[in-house]
T-cell receptor, first 114, second 116 residues
């Protein structure tokens, strides 16, 4: 069974540009989470999807970040326009259902904003 | 508010030595607790988890952790460290809500170096 996959693995963009990160969860997992680790800081929660619905987006930093989960499958996280402080590693995780709190993480996308 | 503290940012041990990584949490109810490991160039891998029951849990790669409610701790241990254990280790607490399970709250991580 394939794990959580994320694309791209690395992205380097200029300040003001747009970047879209993609996450494919483990097949059949209803819950999808986005987290971010800014250099030297903790891994911080961004948001949580249950199927295609946003369950909790309390960690989204501002309205430059837009997350979607089409049809309850893969998810995208768009940053527009990117700022220097958005640099970091963006992790995606998935879990099976409401009775399964174990989250499985993808390899992350390292975003560098110059 | 929920929080996780990993007091040690860096730890260096010799190969073959024992290891204990500390984790303290703050959470009002019985927590769901996790240890993840991130090896260089890799993603976060689940080492072990505690939900309920036996307070000593076994994980992969020879790791174990003990939940101590009285001390609000969930320390990770390994009796004999291998060079391949060099990585960053994260303790996390999961909050349970009426709708299911939501975010994980992570500690700052402990970076482990292993000397030959």
């Amino acid at each position: 069974e394939a794990g959580v996959t994320q694309f791209p693995s690395h992205s380097v963009i200029e300040k003001g540009q747009t970047v879209t990160l993609r996450c494919d969860p483990i097949s059949g997992h209803d819950n999808l989470y986005w987290y971010r680790r800014v250099m030297g800081k903790e891994i911080k929660f961004l948001l949580h999807f249950v199927k295609e619905s946003k369950q909790d987006e309390s960690g989204m930093p501002n309205n430059r970040f837009l997350a979607e989960r089409t049809g309850g499958t893969y998810s995208t996280l768009k940053v527009q326009p990117a700022e220097l402080e958005d640099s970091g590693v963006y992790f995606c995780a998935s879990s099976q259902g409401v009775r399964s709190p174990t989250q499985y993480f993808g390899p992350g996308t390292r975003l560098t904003v110059l | 508010a929920q929080s996780v503290t990993q007091p040690d940012i860096h730890i260096t041990v010799s190969e073959g030595a024992s290891l204990e990584l500390r984790c303290n949490y703050s959470y009002g109810a019985t927590p769901y607790l996790f240890w993840y490991v991130q090896s260089p160039g890799q993603g976060l891998q689940l080492l072990l988890k505690y939900f309920s029951g036996d307070t000593l849990v076994q994980g992969i790669k020879g790791f174990e952790a003990e939940f101590k409610r009285s001390q609000s701790s969930f320390n990770l241990r390994k009796p004999s460290v291998h060079w391949s254990d060099a990585a960053e280790y994260f303790c996390a607490v999961g909050a349970r809500s009426s709708g299911g399970y939501n975010k994980l709250i992570f500690g700052a991580g402990t970076r482990l170096a292993v000397h030959p």
